[in-house]
């Protein structure tokens, strides 16, 4: 089995900032890609920053300037450090994992929990 464990979510004022972890445990042998995806009440889950195992990253155009994504091959861990804060950033947010369970030979999605960040003053 594939554990995917957020942390760091919380209420901050517009502006400030946060930084989200998350952390892979478990039976995967390979990681491919990690990334954060979001999704606020009512709407769709969309993707807010992903990095391949080369270390390529894409975000979306709403957090480009303000978030940076990271990630530990090693630690099976990836970080989003998120700056400059706005209230529409508000919204659960989850970590996704394309992996390779040992013993099998397809690439799989992984989802943490979810983990809540709220903007607000």
């Known amino acids: 089995q594939v ?3 957020e942390s760091g979510g919380g209420l901050v004022q517009p502006g400030g ?6 952390a892979v445990s478990g039976s995967i042998n390979s990681i ?4 954060w995806y979001r999704q606020a ?3 769709r889950r969309e993707l807010v920053a992903r990095i391949t195992s080369g270390g390529t ?10 978030f ?3 990630r530990d091959n090693a630690k099976k861990t990836v970080a989003l450090q998120m700056n400059t804060l706005k209230p529409e950033d508000t919204a ?3 970590c996704h994992v394309e992996g390779v369970v040992r013993g099998q030979f397809v690439s799989r999605n992984y989802w ?7 903007v607000s003053s």
């Open 68 to 70: 940076t994504i990271s």
């Open 112 to 118: 943490g929990q979810g983990t809540q960040v709220t």
């Open 3 to 5: 554990q995917v464990v």
């Open 92 to 94: 659960v947010y989850y």
């Open 57 to 66: 990253t894409n975000y979306a155009d709403s957090v480009k300037g303000r």
């Open 17 to 22: 900032s946060l930084r989200l972890s998350c």
């Open 32 to 35: 491919n890609a990690m990334g």
């Open 41 to 43: 009440p009512g709407k």
